[in-house]
């Protein structure tokens, strides 16, 4: 097997590239679809859920996928600089996809409320990290008009190559289950990741799949395509961040799950057009149905997700419960970034570390106490 290069190679004839164009890359993509053995058993459904773990990609979350192409396209362009506003995992990725490309990258983000794990990202990769006194929603405004006066070239989504390279998720999916899954879980803060997968999913099957199954998967066209359907899309937020199912901008957006503590999402028309067109729906969760799924995750499964991401886990077992999901069903939920990303919250939800002397026999009482407990 060809040594895996990147998302850019490996789906180049559908994306926007040519043979000139210089590819920036750091292999991101490629990311395991973990199907949850423990959790069906343990809510009693008859269901398959599988994880798409993309904390597991270079930066640790799924924005290498759009970062490679929005940088790719930025260096194909000229540019010498990248800015972006941030909840963090953006400002990580922009940072490392700038110093392989050896450009400048400027990052806004709200001052005191990004993980640490991102902050250390930015910083590491050495671009100059800019706090606002203010939120996500006030960076997303500020480097639009920044971009205006300025030669630096936006990298946040609604610069188009970012959804194009995000997209490509939907074609790893597809190809592992081979065909697309009945529900597609993911959370919302900005809504450019929805309409991503959303892309891959309608560039995946034929124009009768997906307007009236009138060829039933056998036209000409169809058999280049690699999917006979596309998912239904169930978008989650977190609820004192949740604009789209409020139906207006919230002002002073609050959540545990920083990543998505938006309050006017740039991509929402959109978002509200995948969902109509999927028959799907959005949900919302409060802050401690997102911790806690986030540890059952952890605990029964062994994936450690960033409380973002576990928002997509959290609204499917509601919905699940509610009955709005059939049993016999296939959901895959996105797992946007990983754990490490934000250690501060898991270190506070968790049991602290006991202390003991450097013997045998206290050590020897701590394991016979939790065995017990076994
Ligand atoms: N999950 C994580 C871990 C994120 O970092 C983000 C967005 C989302 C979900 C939501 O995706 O915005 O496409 O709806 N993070 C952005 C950032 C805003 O700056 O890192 P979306």
């Not at 210089?22 to 679809?33: A, Q, V, Y």
């Not at 930015?122 to 939120?135: E, F, L, Y």
């Not at 999402?265 to 149905?289: H, I, M, N, R, Y």
Request: with cysteine; glycine share 10%.
């Amino acid at each position: 097997m060809a040594h895996y290069t990147g998302l850019i190679e490996k789906y180049r004839d559908r994306l926007p590239v040519s043979a000139d164009t210089p590819i920036i890359s750091l292999n991101e993509g490629n990311t395991p679809l973990i199907e949850l053995k423990n959790l069906p058993r343990l809510i009693k459904k008859n269901v398959r859920i599988y994880a798409k773990f993309e904390g597991l990609n270079p930066t640790g979350s799924f924005k290498d996928r759009g970062m490679t192409m929005a940088v790719t396209k930025a260096v194909e362009a000229g540019a010498r600089a990248i800015i972006c506003a941030s909840t963090g995992n953006t400002s990580a990725a922009a940072a490392a996809y700038a110093a392989r490309a050896g450009i400048a990258c400027f990052v806004l983000i709200p001052e005191g409320k990004i993980a640490l794990g991102k902050l250390s990202q930015a910083m590491m990769h050495g671009s100059v990290v800019i706090q606002i006194r203010g939120n996500f929603d006030d960076g997303m405004r500020l480097v639009q008009e920044l971009a205006k006066t300025t030669p630096v070239n936006i990298v946040n989504s609604i610069n188009p190559y970012r959804l194009q390279g995000q997209k490509t998720i939907a074609f790893e999916i597809i190809e592992a289950l081979g065909d697309a899954p009945d529900y597609h879980a993911l959370p919302v803060g900005n809504a450019g990741n929805i309409c991503a997968h959303w892309m891959g999913y309608s560039e995946s099957v034929c124009e009768h799949t997906r307007a009236c199954a009138l060829c039933n998967g056998k036209c000409e066209y169809h058999k280049e395509k690699t999917a006979t359907r596309r998912p239904i899309m169930l978008g989650y937020q977190a609820s004192g961040s949740a604009p789209i199912l409020r139906g207006r901008p919230v002002e002073n957006p609050e959540t545990v799950a920083t990543a998505i503590r938006i309050g006017n999402p740039v991509s929402w028309q959109q978002a509200l057009a995948a969902q109509k067109e999927s028959g799907g729906w959005f949900g919302e969760c409060t802050d401690e149905e997102i911790l806690h799924v986030q540890k059952l995750l952890a605990q029964t499964e062994g994936i450690f997700c960033e409380p973002a991401s576990a928002i997509s886990l959290a609204g499917l077992l509601k919905d699940l419960e509610l009955g709005k999901i059939g049993e016999g069903t296939t959901i895959v939920c996105t797992l946007t970034g990983h754990g490490l990303k934000d250690p501060d919250i898991a270190i506070a939800q968790s049991t602290r570390p006991m202390t003991v002397d450097a013997e045998l026999g206290p050590i020897e009482r701590v394991i016979r106490d939790n065995l017990k407990n076994i």
